[in-house]
């Protein structure tokens, strides 16, 4: 992989937690998308979400366009990861496939629907860890939704980064330690979930863990039109 960049689309005021997708691209001009944000109109049972610059908008700021988009890797379908997912009609989706055959009949995704209940023939679904392509693996992560996946990249310069998404949100939950959340029924899979990528950044030698919505963090990284090489 050449370049990361990563993008910010919208802000959750309520927890002060930034909403954010990424891009990569590879050393032979391959587009991917890894998520792609909040839906342009954000539907009433998700009002605390509040939306920034589109994703589309800031592709467009790098010269690029949804159709220019090779692939979109689908981490789940919360409304603010997979809110764009229509706008990129050339791209193949990759999505592990126990998310995907979940999300079609759970409830939680039913409103976004027509955005990744996309023609099979541009779905690849992805059964647990897979190297994807060089330098980009994907690892499943379940525990915050079934068949979640975090991204471990490879690059020139920086090494290795991973992208835990939504299986470590914030960096205080990146701990081996048991969460006090006890009372969540999802905690025993979120902890192995956590425990599996922590011991990853230590085999793999990570230099760089990026956490899904930590805004102290966030505030730290480079972000468009800056990028990780
Ligand atoms: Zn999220």
């Not at 980009?136 to 979640?148: A, D, N, R």
């Not at 969460?179 to 192995?192: G, K, V, Y």
């Amino acid at each position: 992989m050449k370049r990361l960049y990563l993008m910010q689309v919208g802000f959750m005021p309520e927890y002060q937690i930034p909403i954010v997708c990424y891009l990569v691209q590879t050393g032979e001009g391959k587009n991917i998308l890894i998520d792609t944000g909040l839906p342009e109109i954000i539907p009433d049972e998700a009002s605390d979400f509040e939306n920034g610059q589109d994703v589309t908008v800031q592709l467009a700021n790098l010269g690029l366009r949804p159709d220019d988009i090779d692939m979109v890797i689908s981490t789940h379908y919360d409304i603010d990861h997979a809110g764009r997912h229509a706008a990129f009609t050339k791209a193949e989706y990759v999505v592990q496939r126990l998310h995907h055959l979940d999300a079609a009949t759970n409830p939680r995704f039913a409103a976004l629907r027509a955005q990744w209940d996309q023609p099979m023939e541009r779905i690849r679904l992805i059964d647990g860890d897979i190297k994807l392509l060089p330098g980009l693996e994907l690892i499943e992560t379940s525990g915050h939704v079934p068949g979640h996946q975090s991204v471990l990249l490879q690059l020139p310069e920086t090494g290795a980064i991973l992208l835990t998404i939504d299986a470590v949100p914030f960096s205080s939950s990146f701990t081996r330690d048991e969460q006090l959340d006890s009372s969540n029924p999802d905690a025993e899979a979120i902890r192995a979930s956590t425990i599996k990528l922590l011991d990853l950044v230590e085999r793999e030698q990570v230099g760089l863990v990026i956490f899904g919505h930590d805004n102290e963090q966030w505030e730290t990284l480079k972000k468009v039109p800056e990028f990780y090489d």
